[in-house]
């Protein structure tokens, strides 16, 4: 384990493996690194893998007041770790972060997102005010596990499968993030057409071929897709790929390979 030093003096740590070309996994919500994990492992035989919690989360610390632009400024940290330079790759929420780096002009070589949940539909800002709205409140009372049951909501689950959630042993550990929660809430809505066009990378956008999600009460199968589709069109050198078979957690041995393809073109 590693630590760098953000900006804002905010420590953020990081598990580094493997030698080779450096690659910084960003996680998701409700993740402190673990998920990520076995994806590192995997691409430690061909690259510098840079798993790292991101703040708020794991062993990294959490400066007040929260901004986007901080988090851009932990990846940018961990790029110098990295000798400078550095390829991207983000999951779900993870994956909006990633490219926000790159919109902002930080040293990624190239940048690959799977599953990035941005909504295509015409009432996405107005739903996702609402969200912020309502999460900010539980938020704000100390309503914790109300907080995940809310995001749980907005990312598909049925009442029966949050109430199961709640009884499970890994609802503790997703109360113990919920604040974080509010992070990633930040970036969600439409795809940000103008900062896409403005990254000047090579971007693959992964998806699944299995993946389903739901908008808020209504259902829909083709809700990472379309963020996918939305997303390509606006990057001017992306690509976009289908995984078969894949839902929207990843099966690292099939993530990994693909990220070597595409990393290992300048490495």
Known sequence: MGVVVSRDGTSIAYDRRGSGPAVILVGGGLDDGSENAPLAAALAGRFTTYNYARR??????DTQPYDV?????????????????AHLFGVSSGGMFALEAAAAGLAAARVAVY???YDTA????????????????????????????????VAGSSEEEISGARTSPYWPGAEALAHT??????????????RLAAISQPVLVATGEATSAHRVGEPSDHFFAAAADAVAAGIPNAN???LPGQGH???????????DRFFRVDG
Not at 56 to 61: I, L
Not at 69 to 78: K, N
Not at 137 to 147: K, M, Q, S, T, Y
């Open 115 to 117: 599953d990035v949940p």
């Open 69 to 85: 632009v901080r988090e851009i400024e932990d990846i940018d940290a961990l790029i110098t770790e990295a000798g400078g330079r």
């Open 240 to 242: 976009l790929v289908t």
């Open 122 to 153: 015409s009432d996405a800002t107005q739903r996702y005010d609402q969200y912020r709205e309502e999460l900010g409140a539980a938020l704000a009372e100390g309503r914790r596990g109300d907080a995940v049951a809310l995001f749980m909501r």
């Open 181 to 194: 929660l509010a992070y990633d809430a930040a970036l969600y809505g439409p795809p940000p057409a103008g």
């Open 56 to 61: 708020g989360r794991g062993g990294s610390g």
């Open 249 to 259: 957690v990843v099966d690292p041995d099939v993530m990994a390979p693909v990220l």
